[in-house]
């Protein structure tokens, strides 16, 4: 099975076959932009954008997912879900905040839909049925209302979202 | 205070502009991203967002992210068939038609006993007395009215009404005509009758010969006639009346059998109804003169409000519908239901 090499922001080579990283819009259509598609020894894709860790990590989960169909066509207005997010995915994605903000950051620069959809359900689940309070705590966020009454005044506008 | 108020205003909308520099991951990832993720975050999620950090403030509220979660909320100003802008704060108002909550005023009353209709154009409210049609000016909060405008009065609007009507042609029904509905192409009009002695009380008409083009239905029972019916589409159409259901019809797809249907849980005469052009449902009853809001992804309907305490009152004879209020004429007064004062 053929295979490629991609290059990590440090210079580190990681060899991967070909139709594993075709998951990735952005590697595929530079494959076929540079005629790569053939057997043959070709130079390494440079991903100047992605450090060798997540790097290492986005081939692990796209070999996870190389037999996955293609995802169905979303519609804009169509319900998003957050619970249904594969048990592997779910694993997978215990990591600190860093490197799952930076997977989410190369999911879109490689343009890998699954992973894209997985990390952010995953941080939308860190907001979800979440107090204030707690959103401050899991994203370490300094509460920066200032002025009397703000922080009342933000409060009251979004008290309609609270109401059953 | 002015002052500081002032600045402090000031502040925010620089800070606005973009997103913080330093500080947590979260700001590492650029707004596509964050807008991503908060697309999947309902209203509940977003408000609570919005008050943990100002510059979050200002992005939840964004028209783009608010975009979709408007889609599937109820009478936000989003429509299925139309592009409206719309901004966060009808979006939140929305909110509060999920929960029915509401206050209840009356605008207008009157002596004698009417069939009201009603129209609204912008800031005014144009209402039939008798033999006149009164037009009346909204304050800018919706729930008072201000002054009555001049308007042409009885006879003469008749006139003019008639002088535009002439080259049209008159078509026989040979039923008692309740209800009419132009089509938005302006090909057809539909009228609704009183189903005394025919198979179907909807009729479709072709508005240049007068000629009739098709019927919808024809498995009403005697007596079934429809008090109200009104175009959503070129090619969908909702009616109600004494058979007690709402019917949402297709013509795409079938004239002879309705796409869905509500049934009015108390048995009551469905007098008008009204659609925010989405999922919105309202209809007008006279048991209890009640005004009923409807979720078109339910059968059951959610909400019920009695504008009297009279068991078989004034029906719910016309209604309209804005993003923040609900205007409903009775034989004797007009009610509005304010969604954003409740």
């Known amino acids: 099975m053929p295979s490629i090499k991609l290059q990590s922001s440090g210079g580190e080579i990681f060899e991967v076959d070909v139709e594993i990283v075709k998951q990735s819009v952005t590697i595929k259509t530079i494959l076929e932009d540079l005629g790569m598609n053939d057997e043959g020894d070709h130079d390494p894709v440079p991903l100047p954008n992605v450090n060798a860790a997540i790097l290492k990590k986005v081939i692990q989960w796209c070999t996870h997912h190389e037999d996955d169909p293609p995802p169905p066509k979303v519609y804009e207005n169509k319900e998003k879900r957050t619970d249904d997010i594969p048990v592997w995915d779910q694993e997978f994605l215990k990591v600190d905040q860093g490197t799952l903000f930076e997977l989410n950051l190369a999911a879109n620069y490689l343009d890998i839909k699954g992973l894209l959809d997985v990390t952010c359900k995953t941080v939308a689940n860190m907001v979800n049925r979440k107090t204030p309070e707690e959103i401050h705590k899991t994203f370490n966020l300094k509460n920066d209302f200032t002025g009397p009454g703000r922080e009342a005044q933000v409060q009251q506008e979004n008290q309609r979202c609270e109401e059953k | 205070m002015v002052a500081a108020a002032r600045e402090e205003e000031e502040e925010a909308a620089r800070e606005s502009a973009a997103c913080p520099a330093a500080g947590p991951a979260l700001w590492r990832l650029p707004e596509v991203l964050l807008l991503l993720m908060c697309s999947y975050l309902d209203m509940r999620a977003l408000g609570r967002l919005a008050q943990v950090y100002r510059w979050l403030w200002h992005f939840t509220n964004c028209d783009l992210l608010r975009r979709q979660i408007a889609w599937a909320s109820l009478n936000s100003g989003f429509t299925r068939l139309g592009t409206n802008l719309m901004t966060s704060v009808p979006v939140k108002v929305s909110q509060t038609w999920i929960v029915g909550r509401c206050r209840e005023g009356i605008l ?71 209800s009419v509905a132009i089509r938005p192409l302006l090909s057809s009009f539909v009228t609704g009758t009183a189903c005394c002695g025919h198979f179907s009380p909807l009729k479709i008409w072709d508005l240049n010969s007068g ?32 058979d007690t259901y709402v019917r949402y019809w297709d013509c795409r797809t079938s004239v002879r059998k309705c796409v869905m249907e509500w049934e009015e849980p108390h048995n009551s005469t469905l007098y008008c109804l009204q659609t925010d052009g989405n999922h919105l449902l ?47 004429a009775l034989s004797y007064n007009l009610h509005v239901l304010d969604i954003q004062n409740p």
Not at chain 2, 120 to 138: G, K, P, R, T, V
Not at chain 2, 219 to 232: C, I, Q, S, W
Not at chain 2, 298 to 319: K, N, W
């Open chain 2, 108 to 178: 207008l009353k009157w002596r004698c006993s009417q069939m009201p209709w009603m129209q609204l154009e912008d800031d005014a409210l144009y209402i039939s007395q008798a033999n006149f049609i009164l037009a009346y000016q909204f304050r800018p909060d919706g729930a008072s009215l201000n002054r009555r405008l001049p308007l042409c009065a009885g006879h003469l609007a008749y006139c003019q009404c008639r002088r535009r009507w002439e080259d049209w042609p008159c078509i026989q029904t040979e039923d008692q005509i309740w």
């Open chain 2, 282 to 328: 309202a209809t007008g009853s006279s048991f209890y003169s009640v005004v009923r809001l409807w979720d078109r992804h339910q059968r059951a309907c959610p909400h019920a409000f009695p504008l009297t305490s009279t068991r078989l009152g004034s029906p719910v004879y016309c209604l309209h519908l804005t993003t923040k209020h609900l205007y409903a």
């Open chain 2, 211 to 242: 000629q009739l083009m098709t019927h919808l239905d024809s498995d009403f029972p005697p007596r079934a006639g429809v008090l109200d019916v009104m175009y959503e589409s070129p090619f969908a159409l909702l009616s109600c009346g004494y």
